[in-house]
């Protein structure tokens, strides 16, 4: 970002003129940002964008004349910002907020149906800057790559491996950069695979969405999780977007609590939440992975997992997208190893390997 002090550019686009003076407001309320305009659509977006270039868009997707998607690719070919999506959330448009994050957005937030209270409008502020101080640092060209690479492996045959029968678990946290950084894990995984479950910080009402896709691709059955499914051998479980996960049971018959639990570190579902939870049930039966995104959520939980004698890994640096996450939990020394996402598939895979 350059020098310590240069504040973040922002530009808000959006049709509703009550919510863009909402992400304005909430942008103006940070220091450490810089709201250089807001635009109505996205022909004046492309305008301002000309004489002065953000740092970070916040995007609005059902928008006249040139929806948000459409002028996302457009950007991306052109001038390659950091972008997040900022949308209701209407039946049609979740598949689309999806797409938008395959084709280059960085993140999703919904927008909240109720703003009432001022508790509600500064927690919603200070949510909208955590994710924008985020997108600011992510790595488009390791966005790109991960785009290519994932092409390369959708052309590719499954692979087959002969996995051992095994109770073991494992846990994923991701957050900016996750959705694309588990669907290359999850592609490159055999179906035997031991179960796992996974923390993505995404809104309600996409992670469903998220869930089928991954099944569809994925040689592993993924899908939502509700409470009390079973962990087990070949089955994936998505943390479902504003509920808590937490891992239940014990080897051999693990299941998933999900609750309507509080938010932690501003996040439901909360990936040390769900760590915490692996930490005391699975202990040594488990493997811990953090990847990508902003933050710190998933660091104190997976050190935990470590010292109860879990097996431990953080996404490298250089295939991060948002090095957040995995940074704190290396400062923590709560891995084993760093890896590169790259590794991280072929890694699983020999830890459970005949």
Do not use: W
Not at 41 to 68: R, Y
Not at 171 to 196: D, K, Q, V, Y
Not at 278 to 305: E, P, S
């Amino acid at each position: 970002m350059g020098a310590l002090n240069k504040r973040i550019k922002v530009l808000v686009v959006d049709d509703s003129v009550i919510f863009r003076r909402v992400l304005a407001n909430a942008v103006e309320s940070d220091i450490e940002l810089d709201l250089i305009a807001t635009a109505h659509d996205a022909f004046q977006a492309i305008d301002i964008i000309e004489k002065n270039m953000p740092d970070v868009i916040t995007l609005d997707i059902e928008m006249p004349q040139m929806d948000g998607l459409t002028f996302l690719e457009k950007l991306m070919k052109q001038h390659p910002i950091p972008v997040i999506i900022v949308s209701s959330l209407t039946k049609g448009n979740k598949e689309v907020c999806l797409d938008a994050v395959q084709k280059g957005a960085i993140d999703i937030i919904h927008k909240p149906e109720k703003l009432k209270s001022n508790e509600n409008l500064f927690e919603f502020y200070a949510f909208v800057c955590e994710k924008i101080k985020g997108a600011a640092q992510a790595n488009l060209v390791q966005k790109q790559k991960q785009t290519i690479d994932l092409s390369m492996i959708r052309s590719a045959s499954p692979k087959v491996q002969a996995i051992i029968p095994t109770n073991d678990i494992i846990a994923i946290g991701a957050s900016a950069g996750g959705t694309t950084a588990i669907e290359f894990i999850l592609r490159s995984l055999p179906a035997n695979m031991p179960g796992i479950v996974i923390t993505q910080h995404m809104p309600k009402g996409f992670t469903k969405l998220f869930a089928d896709r991954l099944d569809k691709i994925s040689e592993m059955e993924v899908k939502e999780a509700v409470d009390g499914d079973s962990v087990h051998q070949g089955r994936v479980l998505i943390a479902a977007g504003g509920t808590q996960m937490e891992l239940a049971g014990s080897p051999g018959h693990f299941r998933v609590s999900v609750t309507d639990g509080e938010p932690v570190n501003r996040h439901k579902p909360s990936v040390d939440v769900l760590f915490n939870s692996v930490a005391k049930v699975a202990k040594n039966r488990a493997t811990g992975v953090i990847l990508t995104g902003m933050g710190a959520d998933g660091a104190r939980g997976l050190l935990k997992m470590k010292e109860a004698g879990a097996y431990t890994v953080t996404q490298d640096k250089q295939s991060s997208i948002v090095y957040g996450m995995p940074y704190q939990a290396f400062l923590l020394n709560a891995h084993q190893i760093e890896l590169s996402l790259q590794k991280v598939p072929d890694f699983l895979i020999s830890r459970f390997k005949k």
